[in-house]
């Protein structure tokens, strides 16, 4: 055995003989023959381009194989294959153990005496025919224990505590791991957690508190298990130490039992796959002798649910049979001129990537198809049928006389049987029997898109043989892996999109791991604030109690801890309300205990920290808000519940400050005294601004930049941000690698490009606007590129896309710095604002690089040019350093957009007031004050708007009137008219007195 390294291919020498792509196959036995795939996508390998040159290619992962096989693809068009190969590595020396039945077992007793290692670590390799069984148990004090198990092709992690309790599944790795190919299996136990690796794949795992110091007695493959594994394993260490050696040579602390060699002696199983739509295998029928009728059998292991996979003719009559999958189950259909005269399906669930064995039979009068027969997949007829001529397996050659009326089956197949003789494929392959077309014999290619899972944000991953799908629904998440949130990052992104307060799901960090959460958005105020709940924000009163001299509250916040921490830390303001209230109490700071309050709360990120100040006083002070305002009710204390009066007072404030939040618990003390009430309240948490959302940089120079580290986005990557320029165009952001690079650019006034290199050559999406971009109103980007596509959006046009090549290059390897409004290829840079930039969910403070940065200004003002539009009915968009603010003091409307209607419902002989000014003789000594719509400009007329609704007549409108005999009056009569007078005018208006909503306007 070797480990091969590389490889390195020549041209025939002297000639114009050469190979320009190629197939590398692998195996340690001569058979069962694994591809070698580049990154786990790649099959071919690139040639050479004369017959001289070598072309060495390093393998990423080493393979481990006793026999290379090349297959040629393509070769110089003007000559044949030829081939010089060379081969780098190392020999590999390994120990093997062969289990080959249930009573076999290999158990390391570890010594006696007291270890406490926190650190464990277990590792060995397996190959295996069967897709379940224990292939390593460990068991240590107090009845627990660890067990690695094949489940279905997968590894599954179980713990069990206690000998009375079931085992618990804590992970679950790999998949198709019956294949009988080595695969490489660890366990390293540190003090809280598991690193369970299978093949390249690390899964960390949460373990339970007994675990954390669990000295491990014995390991090893147990002869009794629930079920036992046929195979063989290859160095299995446990801290090093070598077990199979030691059971090589006898040590006394290794029980061998049962039927154990140390030598892997395998079965030999050749498997055919079918890769495409013109594959098949042609077989000769049943032969004459056994005309009676038909026995065939095979297994078959598929991700797709549709596809053929036997077919015949009948020798009476013209007939056909076809035994193929729909909706992943086995049906067979027997055709006869143009009628189906019989259908049996048996099955379910079959494009589940297993093994399924298939036998069909039709002997004396009964014909049965059974599918996994010891599962009860089992069809019956009265019928029987004769195979005539060839047997056809996963298609059929193309004929005029007969096509496939069914879907391809892409699959493997093994074990095939005709008459209950087994199949030579390997005779096959050498042309010595039946006929075949490209297929791959001797191998199964089938590939597990979906483990590990590339859908993100728990997303569900379906797959068929050449593609895998994500279903996203219910995730939060969409694009085709799950990746981008459709839920804004805060309440103020939530305000800028033109929505009102209610309930959102924010989510903090975008594509990051932090999930979505429910808030409440309060966008009534300047501010657009955004509230979080817990699970008790009432006034809650406390009586004495008798038994303890302390009572402790704990709050249970909506959202999780995560969650909450990143919506803190991303606000530029957050408060919470903490009020106290007693009777005859001892509060917080004079009456002590060994200089130790008798009341505090605790708060900050986790389980929070002791806090000894309160609602509106400074951190660390041990003070309310009277001490610090000084007006106490006892000026000898700091708080006025600490005076123990006979009367209700309160202590109540905000704390505002950000690392003290949220308020996790209260600790009240001294509530046992007789006469003594208290009552608390903690006010939800409210946070108001967003930091991402509006840091911004403005380039006022194509030749300005900034730069940061280099961006990671090897399988996937997004980036979103907002720019407005006046330019029309310009490059947002760049960065560079070897060959590799990402580019997104404003190509025109109308057009935005993404660009990016893989090692596939240039790929680009691009979204053209149906308005222009450079008309210095914010636009937004989202980019997004992951193994499966790239799409682009720009505002909310829809989506453009680019689909991945699904057999290519899909790492991206960048090595310069990122640059941002700016390039590093000579490109023209861009001129203007960009703002919120964030890449992969993690936000760039662009404000901060740029302060130091020549030609580019933090910070960009002038938002009411793309969000004043959001206020209505007259109000005038007001600029604000972030953001913007409706000003609705003008229009008979408010609301966050001066939306919301100023009306009042009026009964008979009720009515409002207004005083505009009052005469001088009166307000001299009157202290009321005239109303804010008072003005002391000369008005040039007056603008009077109402929207009203009534049955009733007459009745009066408005009406306004002077100190000097003069008024206008509107009103509605009974003849459904109405008189506007003012000394000198008269409106007449016609009224339709219907009582629907009638809107009037008075102008003079």
């Known amino acids: 055995m070797y480990v091969i390294t590389a490889v390195a291919t020549q041209g025939r020498y002297g000639s114009s003989d050469w190979l320009t ?40 992962q080493p393979a481990f194989a006793r026999f290379l096989r090349l297959i040629p693809l393509a070769w110089n068009p003007s000559g044949r294959i030829g081939l010089r190969l060379e081969t780098y590595g190392c020999p590999y020396s390994s120990d093997v153990v062969s289990l080959d039945d249930g009573s076999s077992s290999l158990v390391y007793r570890l010594s006696p005496g007291p ?32 067990s690695l198990e094949l489940e279905r092709g997968k590894l599954q992690l179980l713990l069990k505590q206690g000998s009375s309790s079931e085992p618990r599944r804590v992970a679950s790795l790999g998949s198709l791991l019956d294949d009988q190919h080595w695969h490489y299996i660890a366990v390293e136990r540190h003090s809280s957690h598991l690193n369970l690796t299978v093949d390249k794949h690390t899964e960390r795992v949460q373990i339970p508190a007994e675990f954390s110091h669990w000295d491990m007695e014995q390991v090893g493959k147990p002869a009794i298990s629930r079920r036992n594994f046929h195979g063989c394993l290859e160095n299995l260490l446990y801290n090093d130490l070598n077990l199979i050696e030691l059971a090589k040579d006898k040590d006394h602390q290794v029980t061998v039992v049962g039927n154990v060699t140390f030598s892997c002696a395998e079965p030999v199983s050749i498997a055919v796959t079918f890769p495409g739509p013109q594959s098949f295998l042609q077989l000769p029928g049943p032969t004459a002798s056994s005309s009676a009728g038909v026995s065939v059998g095979f297994q078959f292991r598929t991700w797709n649910k549709a596809g053929l996979l036997l077919t015949f ?14 909706e992943a189950r086995l049906r067979l259909q027997i055709h006869k001129a143009g009628r189906t005269l019989l259908e049996l399906t048996a099955g379910s669930a079959l494009n589940d990537g297993q093994w399924h064995s298939v036998e069909l039979n039709s002997r004396r009068g009964r014909l049965t198809v059974a599918v996994d027969k010891d599962e009860g997949g089992v069809a019956h007829a009265s019928s029987s049928i004769t195979a005539g001529g060839q047997l056809f397996f996963g298609g059929k050659k193309d004929s005029q006389e007969c096509l496939n009326p069914f879907s391809i089956f892409q699959g493997c197949m093994r074990l095939l049987s005709v008459e209950n003789q087994p199949v030579d494929l390997i005779m096959v392959q050498q042309r010595l029997l039946g006929n075949y077309s490209h297929l791959l014999i001797d191998m199964c290619g089938i590939i597990d898109r979906c483990s590990p899972s590339r859908c993100e944000h728990g997303g569900r991953c379906s797959q068929s043989w050449t593609v895998f799908h994500c279903n996203c629904s219910d995730s939060g998440y969409s694009g085709a892996t799950c990746r981008s949130s459709v839920y804004e990052q805060s309440c103020e992104a939530y305000k800028h999109n033109g929505n009102t307060s209610g309930h959102f ?31 008790n924000t009432e006034l809650t009163r406390l009586q004495p109690s008798p038994g303890g001299n302390q009572h402790l509250v704990h709050f249970d916040y909506s959202t999780e801890e995560e969650q909450l921490s990143a919506a803190i830390s991303q606000s530029e303001h957050c408060e919470q309300e903490l009020s106290y209230q007693c009777i005859k109490g001892v509060f917080a700071c004079v009456c002590v205990s060994e200089g130790s309050p008798f009341s505090w709360w605790l708060g900050g990120p986790g389980p929070g920290r002791v806090r000894t100040y309160w609602g509106g006083a400074q951190p660390g002070s041990q003070q309310c808000a009277c001490g610090l305002q000084g007006d106490c009710v006892d000026p000898q204390h700091y708080c006025n519940c600490d005076a123990d009066r006979m009367e209700w007072t309160e202590d109540s404030g905000l704390l505002t400050h950000k690392e003290s939040l949220p308020v996790r618990s209260l ?69 560079l690698g070897i060959k590799d690079f990402i580019r997104i650019e404003l190509s025109s006034s109308t057009q935005v490009v993404f660009s990016f290199d893989v090692g596939n050559g240039p790929l680009e999406v691009r979204v053209e606007s149906s308005v222009p971009l450079n008309d210095n109103r914010w636009h937004r980007v989202r980019a997004e590129r992951n193994i499966k596509e790239a799409s682009l959006r720009l505002d909310g046009l829809p989506a453009a896309t680019q689909e991945a090549p699904t057999d290519g290059h899909f790492h991206l390897q960048l090595n310069s710095q990122l640059f941002i409004g700016g390039t590093a290829s000579r490109q023209k840079g861009f001129r203007g604002c960009i703002r919120s930039l964030q890449l992969n969910g993690v936000t760039l403070d662009l404000e901060e690089r740029a302060r130091i940065t020549p030609g580019v200004r933090p910070g960009c003002p002038g938002h009411c040019s793309s969000y004043g539009s959001f206020c209505q009915n007259g109000g005038r968009c007001v600029e604000r350093a972030n953001g913007f603010h409706c000003d609705c003091g003008l229009s008979a409307y408010t609301g966050v957009f001066c939306h919301t209607e100023v009306s009042a419902s009026f009964k008979s002989g009720t009515s409002i007031s207004y005083t505009f000014k009052e005469p001088y003789e009166l307000s001299r000594n009157s202290s009321a004050l005239p109303s804010s719509i008072y003005s002391d400009m000369t008005l040039r007329g007056e603008n009077v708007s109402l929207s009203f609704r009534t049955n009733q007549s007459p009745a009066v409108l408005f009406y306004v009137s002077s100190y000097y005999r003069e008024y ?37």
């Not at 694994?34 to 290619?57: C, H, L, M, T």
């Not at 003719?313 to 729909?326: D, H, I, K, R, T």
């Not at 730069?707 to 006046?726: N, Q, R, W």
């Not at 509107?970 to 009638?998: P, R, W, Y």
């Open 505 to 535: 799901y924010i989510d903090v960090d975008g594509s990051g791991p932090i999930k979505p959460q429910l808030v409440y958005c309060n966008m009534t105020e300047e501010n657009t604030w955004m509230v979080i709940q817990h699970n």
């Open 21 to 60: 792509s190629y197939l590398l196959m692998f195996s340690d036995t001569g058979h069962n023959w694994k591809q070698y795939r580049q990154e786990d996508s790649i099959g071919s390998f690139p040639g050479n381009s004369n017959a001289d040159s070598v072309v060495q290619y390093k393998l990423q």
């Open 968 to 1004: 206008l009056a509107l009103l509605i009569n009974k003849h459904e008219k109405a008189d506007g007078q003012q000394s000198i005018k008269v409106f007449m208006l016609t009224i339709e007195l219907s009582g629907k909503c009638t809107h009037t306007e008075v102008s003079n």
């Open 667 to 735: 600790v009240l003390g001294d509530i046992q005294r007789p006469g003594s009430e208290a009552a608390y309240r903690v006010g939800p948490l409210r946070c108001h601004g967003d930091k991402n959302f509006w840091n911004a940089a403005f380039f006022d120079k194509e030749t300005s930049y900034l730069h940061f580290p280099t961006f990671h986005g090897e399988l996937s990557a997004d980036i979103s941000f907002l720019f407005k320029t006046t330019a029309s165009s310009g490059v947002f952001l760049e960065n």
């Open 115 to 146: 270890r406490r290692s926190s650190r464990d670590v277990v590792s060995l390799k397996f190959k295996t025919l069967r897709n379940s069984g224990t292939l390593l148990h460990a068991e240590g004090e107090e009845g627990l224990s660890l």
């Open 313 to 326: 003719a009948l020798p009476q009559e013209g007939g056909v049979v076809w035994l193929y999958l729909s």
